[in-house]
């Protein structure tokens, strides 16, 4: 179980305060099901815009709409009574200025009652940032790789090696001083993550930053083996789901062309059973 108190809904104070103390636990969730099962372990479910090439079959996140995030925020919301949601701003929706990226996340906080959203980028966003902060929108950041901007980079590559080092800091900094609650470090070298770590005062949340940060993420159809596409580096994986559910799924179709199933166990007579009976 997490550290926090399962007795109120985690809020961005609480991520804050967790600066330093027991390591966060995040997962990703895009249904009310999953948020089920990750709201008693994880202090976050991030509803990340991951959910268009996990869920939807795109090559990249950046066919995801705010209506495919109002959405699935709406139903994680629905599933977490203790874990806080935070959801992922999609590709243009707050980019062009500090008022349209206030205008897209006030929507997506009051159409699914998320308390927090999350927005890539780090100094060239940090007006924005201190923009939504002192309107009431807490914010997330995420540096490093940023799986919006991949064309520009080149490929999902690790951000932050040799001279790229200073400017990664740089980033961190300014989004810590803009207002972030916290910063989501990916593909982040693991001493370049542990010197941002020990400097920054909001929490670290690695995604392939190593163990220095102060929490970690995943997405979570990853690590049960769900989403078999591709593999990266920095994902475990706890399960094997999608080997299961393929193996039951090719049983099932094998009792149905062999007329296994339905057996009589599993249908209804014609004459109604006996008083006491099923």
């Known amino acids: 179980m997490s550290a926090t108190s399962p007795l109120r809904p985690v809020l961005p104070p609480d991520i804050r305060a967790r600066k330093g103390t027991a390591p966060l636990v995040v997962l990703t969730a895009?249904?009310?099901?999953?948020?089920?099962?990750?709201d008693p372990h994880c202090d976050i479910a991030l509803v990340g815009d991951s959910v268009g090439m996990v869920l939807h079959g795109m090559a990249s996140t950046l066919g995801v709409t705010m209506e495919m995030m109002v959405l699935h925020g709406r139903s994680v919301v629905k599933g977490c009574g203790k874990a806080m949601v935070v959801?992922?701003?999609?590709?243009?929706s707050y980019e062009e200025s500090p008022?349209?990226?206030?205008?897209?996340?006030?929507?997506?906080?009051?159409?699914?009652?998320?308390?927090?959203?999350?927005?890539?980028g780090g100094a060239h966003m940090a007006e924005t940032i201190a923009f939504l902060t002192r309107r009431g929108v807490p914010v997330m950041a995420h540096i490093g790789l940023t799986p919006q901007a991949v064309n520009t980079l080149g490929g999902y590559k690790v951000v932050g090696r040799e001279d790229e080092a200073d400017r990664v800091m740089q980033d961190a900094l300014a989004v810590q001083e803009a207002?972030?609650?916290?910063?989501?470090?990916?593909?982040?070298?693991?001493g370049l993550a542990g010197?941002?770590?020990?400097?920054?005062?909001?929490?670290?949340?690695?995604?392939?930053?190593?163990?220095?940060?102060?929490?970690?993420?995943l997405v979570i159809d990853d690590m049960l083996g769900l989403f078999t596409e591709f593999r990266p580096r920095f994902v475990k994986r706890y399960a094997e789901l999608g080997k299961a559910a393929d193996e039951a799924i090719a049983a099932y179709a094998a009792d149905v062309r062999?007329?296994?199933?339905p057996a009589e166990e599993h249908g209804f007579p014609?004459?109604?059973?006996a008083k006491g009976q099923k």
């Open 30 to 38: 895009y249904t009310t099901p999953m948020a089920r099962l990750v």
């Open 87 to 92: 959801i992922d701003m999609p590709f243009a």
């Open 99 to 120: 008022a349209q990226a206030y205008r897209n996340a006030a929507r997506l906080m009051a159409e699914t009652g998320a308390p927090a959203v999350k927005l890539e």
């Open 179 to 190: 207002g972030a609650f916290a910063v989501v470090l990916e593909k982040v070298p693991m």
């Open 195 to 217: 010197r941002i770590t020990e400097r920054l005062e909001i929490p670290t949340i690695g995604i392939g930053a190593g163990a220095a940060c102060d929490g970690q993420v």
């Open 258 to 261: 062999a007329r296994a199933f």
């Open 270 to 273: 014609d004459v109604l059973p």
